[in-house]
């Protein structure tokens, strides 16, 4: 086990506390529990209740707030049908889906996890609270797209979520690592009194992602009210969608088609392709340097193609200009890339959660509650792929005669084999992810103002991974190299023959035509790679707070408090895995542990009656990398009842997590276009942990104005926020695409990431974590909100209508390497393959609500801006285009893109407090296609921003008694 002693951090906390509550009353420092009431008229937080808010923690409303905070409602959340938190946060604009039923079928590994990615930063930057407590994480396996280490929105039955807080900024000073984007908190209905059920069935116009739902929870007091209890169980069953050739607009093939110079070394020659760009998109698109029946790619019999039963034709090549994978027209009857793979991914869950409380006398209250969770997820994935050629010895005991005769025609020893396995059957993935959670504590007024806040939690998460019918490297070399056994006749595996014990028990492997394999070759060069982690976490807190002393303009409180946490990650892995000998896996188990000790101090210094100073002090120590410190101070100023100014500067951090550190390394296969070949190449990446890595460190600003003025009988409020993210030593990785580039471009100490062949042609691409030199993001927030009463217009007419309008507007979405070359992915809407997605340059939701007795009904429209599909190529639109740069694309641009979403709800019977609603939903409202030439590792468009089932519908039916 990797552990480090935090031992030399126990006793010197003692010393730093006292520094650190100096430091915080220098500071004026705001700590987040001090209540500051400024009650509205509305009962909705979002017009002005007093709310504990995230961040703060000081009662106020997320207009209100110091800190820039959405507040997404409960009741937001059933409006939208929605199975999952998540599902309603990922619309809010400063959010970026990287982890949804979309984006996790061809990564298997984290199907069924729902995550949170504010700013574009990553998951593994946005902390997830339950009532202000942390969670341990749920994804332990991670993707380009889901990290390791995150947590999973899916674990909270969203029947027993009364609203979720969302800062919008750094609050590492109030809650500690992880949270340099911002912070997710789940606020949980702990006194719910009576019985909520619902259930709800769901299906896409295609007929497929059908859904259902079911929920139930209840609470309730006890003990003559002294206790209370509530608790709620959820069951969602997704079947998911079918693959991309489900859908019309997918199955056009849309993908990249390469344009090489007809002789690198001399340029001036022009492009094979006269006059077009190095990157075509082209529908229709095929794999032209492998088939499905198996191809030879070089010599003077390139291009000759195998039938089942040993004859040969030409491959057709349609549009192919002698480079690169892909070829437009032609080829096999689908794309291989394309195939198999469900468009959403199914899952299957439960989640549970309960919470019970006890008042043992009028100042101590004792708690404890519990969850558990289980996801189960299965797909199919793509088969292996030998687009590296199988070098095919004149000796084979399968090669046709009529081949074998034309290599004695020409004197050819070997031919270049490239075949994609098709017929093997798909790859076959299982995930089953279990999670426990308890915390227990006690809640305690210690007299004269203060109080006590004190818990422990446990948490622990049992994932296990398998991908039946795997490729086995190793015995796919001994299977396909193949002799006539000179003592049978038969077909024998080579190795076999030469007594190699690595070969025993080898069948012989056929790879000339579709459907050639033999069962038993099958069963042999196939298996199952498996692995299982277990992650396990304490965390312990003590807290107090209370008013220090008064002062001109109102008490000056403060709270103090130590924190524990602890995380322990182990696992296990097939051998074979753990060899990475699979064509895909999940690697080696993992073993690593990491401890953490934290202190803190927080503060509010009130200056007048309408302003304040603000902000927190938090002293932290991890096993692994030592102490930082991190620190936040703020201002609010309000100096009319309708203006309010607020500002706050910070220093955050976030330290390595466990699986950044001691993640095993993991192999996949993905395209790479070769800048040094130009050249389109499918090669292994591996992903892995790097345990030399150091937490980073970001510097966040953030300003902005609320407006609340009085407009006759309506309600108005509007915020403007602006936030600056300067993330150094972010941990993360290139991306292969990138690390390739870079080195072409000169960044030597990349190099040593990228492995080619004798060929020249690249065959890994080692993609570890790293402490990046800079991640920067910048940009505005916005919100308003309108209600007006009908009744304005006429006594006759009941009911409100309001209008909520949130919209994040990003000018910088900056990425810094070690060389100091610089991608900004700010107004890139693609998601190219190989590298990371990056977010529009503004996206808007509008919800335009009308309620009243006994109906309800929504219409909720997104608008994704235009932008870029990869902003590091460029399009004939774009200044400085010429089809000689080695990154130029025949299109470069997605328009504006524009979703509309209907809800409605109806009372069918009331009685007090008992109640039934019916509720139907359509998503995709005029079944809007996403953009068709945006190729991307889930297909021909970016799966992470726009729709890709198409038009669904929900009903469903909700009692309350």
Not at 543 to 554: E, H, I, N, S, T
Request: charged content about 20%; aromatic content about 8%.
């Amino acid at each position: 086990m990797r552990k480090h002693s935090t031992g030399r951090f126990r006793t010197r906390l003692m010393h730093s506390g006292a520094r650190a509550l100096a430091a915080g009353l220098a500071l004026g420092c705001a700590f987040p529990a001090v209540a500051q009431d400024q009650a509205g008229d509305d009962a909705s937080p979002l017009a002005g209740e007093p709310i504990v808010v995230t961040g703060s923690r000081i009662a106020r409303s997320g207009f209100d707030s110091p800190t820039p905070v959405t507040v997404v409602g409960g009741e937001q959340i059933a409006r939208q049908g929605a199975s999952n938190v998540a599902e309603v946060l990922n619309e809010i604009p400063a959010f970026r889906p990287q982890s949804t039923p979309a984006t996790t079928a061809i990564f298997m590994n984290n199907i069924g996890a729902s995550t949170a990615d504010l700013r574009g930063l990553g998951a593994n930057r946005t902390l997830v609270l339950i009532d202000g407590r942390r969670v341990v994480p749920a994804t332990v396996a991670g993707s380009s797209f889901a990290p390791a280490g995150a947590v999973d929105l899916n674990m909270v039955p969203t029947s027993l979520i009364e609203r979720v807080d969302v800062v919008t900024g750094g609050a590492s000073a109030a809650y500690g690592s992880d949270a340099v984007a911002g912070v997710v908190n789940l606020i949980l209905d702990t006194d719910l009194e009576g019985i909520r059920a619902s259930a709800q069935w769901g299906i896409a116009d295609e007929g497929d992602d059908e859904e259902w739902i079911l929920s139930l929870a209840g609470g309730t007091s006890f003990a003559g009210g002294l206790g209370r209890i509530v608790a709620g169980v959820e069951y969602v069953d997704d079947q998911g969608t079918g693959d991309c050739y489900s859908r019309d607009w997918c199955a056009l093939s849309y993908n990249t088609v390469s344009n090489p110079f007809i002789d690198p070394a001399r340029p001036q020659l022009g492009r094979v392709s006269q006059g077009d760009p190095a990157t075509l998109i082209l529908p229709h698109t095929r794999v032209a340097t492998a088939t499905f029946n198996g191809q030879i790619i070089g010599g003077p019999l390139r291009g000759t193609e195998f039938n089942p039963d040993g004859t040969t034709f030409q491959h057709d090549y349609g549009t192919y200009f002698g480079a690169g994978i892909f070829q437009s027209g032609g080829g096999d009857e689908q794309l291989a890339f394309y195939q198999w793979f469900p468009i959403s991914s199914p899952s299957e869950r439960i989640n549970s959660f309960a919470h019970a409380e006890y008042d043992v006398s009028d100042s101590v209250t004792l708690f404890l509650e519990g969850s558990y969770g289980r996801v189960e997820g299965s797909t199919l994935g793509a088969q292996r792929r030998d687009l590296a050629p199988r070098i095919i010895r004149r000796d084979n005991a399968f090669l046709p005669a009529s081949v074998a005769a034309r290599m004695d025609a020409f004197g050819l020893p070997v031919i270049p084999v490239a075949r994609i396995w098709n017929d093997i059957g798909p790859q076959v993935g299982h995930v089953e992810r279990e999670t426990y959670r308890a915390v227990t504590g006690a809640r305690a007024e210690l007299g004269a103002g203060w109080d006590l806040d004190a818990y422990y939690q446990f948490g622990r998460t049992n994932y296990s991974q398998t991908g039946e019918n795997t490729t086995i490297n190793s015995r796919m070399a001994f299977a396909i190299d193949a002799v006539i056994d000179p003592a049978t006749d038969s077909p024998v595996c080579r190795a076999v023959l030469q007594g190699n014990a690595a070969a025993a028990g080898c069948q012989p492997l056929n790879i000339f035509g579709h459907g050639s394999p033999s069962p038993a070759a099958i069963d042999y060069v196939t298996g199952t790679a498996f692995q299982s982690t277990e992650m396990t976490q304490h965390v312990a807190s003590v807290a107090v707070q209370g008013d220090l002393l008064d002062l001109w303009a109102g008490p000056l409180a403060i709270a103090t408090g130590v924190e524990f946490r602890k995380d322990i990650a182990s696992g296990t892995a097939d051998a074979i895995s753990q060899a990475l000998d699979f064509y895909t896996g999940p690697g080696a188990g993992i073993d690593g542990e990491v401890e953490v000790w934290e202190g803190f101090v927080e503060a509010i210094l009130p200056l007048s009656d309408n302003a304040e100073l603000n902000g927190a002090v938090r002293l932290t120590d991890y096993s692994t990398s030592g102490s930082v410190t991190t620190w936040k101070v703020g201002a609010d100023w309000a100096p009319t009842d309708w203006l309010r100014l607020r500002a706050t500067r910070s220093r955050d951090i976030r330290a390595p997590n466990i699986f950044e550190l001691f993640g095993p390394p993991q192999s996949s296969f993905q395209s790479i276009l070769d800048p040094q070949t130009g050249a389109q190449v499918l090669s292994s990446v591996l992903l892995g942990g790097n345990p030399d890595l150091q937490p980073e460190r970001a510097d966040t600003w953030t300003a902005g104005v609320v407006l609340q003025p009085e407009i006759g009988t309506g309600s108005l409020r509007l915020s403007v926020d602006y936030y600056d993210i300067e993330l150094d030593g972010a941990v993360s990785t290139l991306g292969a695409q990138v690390i390739v580039d870079r080195c072409f471009g000169g960044a030597t100490d990349l190099c040593g990431f990228v492995t080619r062949g004798a060929d020249n042609t690249i065959t890994q691409v080692r993609n570890f974590n790293l402490n990046l030199n800079t991640l920067i993001t910048r940009g505005w927030d916005m919100e308003a909100a309108y209600s007006l009463p009908l009744s304005t217009f006429s006594e006759d007419m009941g009911g409100t209508l309001s209008l909520r309008v949130l919209t994040t507007i990003v000018d910088d979405l900056i990425t810094v390497d070690s060389s100091g070359a610089s991608v900004d992915r700010a107004g890139m809407n693609g998601s190219p393959v190989s590298q990371p997605s990056g977010v529009p340059r503004y996206i808007a939701n509008g919800y335009l609500t009308y309620s009243s007795d006994p109906f309800e009904a929504q219409v909720q429209v997104r608008h994704i801006a235009e932008g870029r599909y990869n902003t590091s190529l460029i399009g004939p639109d774009e200044d400085g285009y010429d089809p000689a740069l080695p990154n130029s694309i025949s299109d470069n641009h997605i328009g504006a893109w524009t979703y509309v979403n209907l809800n409605a709800s109806y009372n069918l019977w009331r009685d007090g407090d008992r109640e039934v609603d019916v509720f139907g939903v359509i998503n995709n409202l005029f079944d809007k296609d996403p953009p068709v030439d945006a190729p991307s590792s889930f297909g021909p468009t970016n799966n992470v921003l726009y729709d890709v089932v198409g038009r669904t519908y929900k009903v469903g039916v909700r009692v309350r008694y």
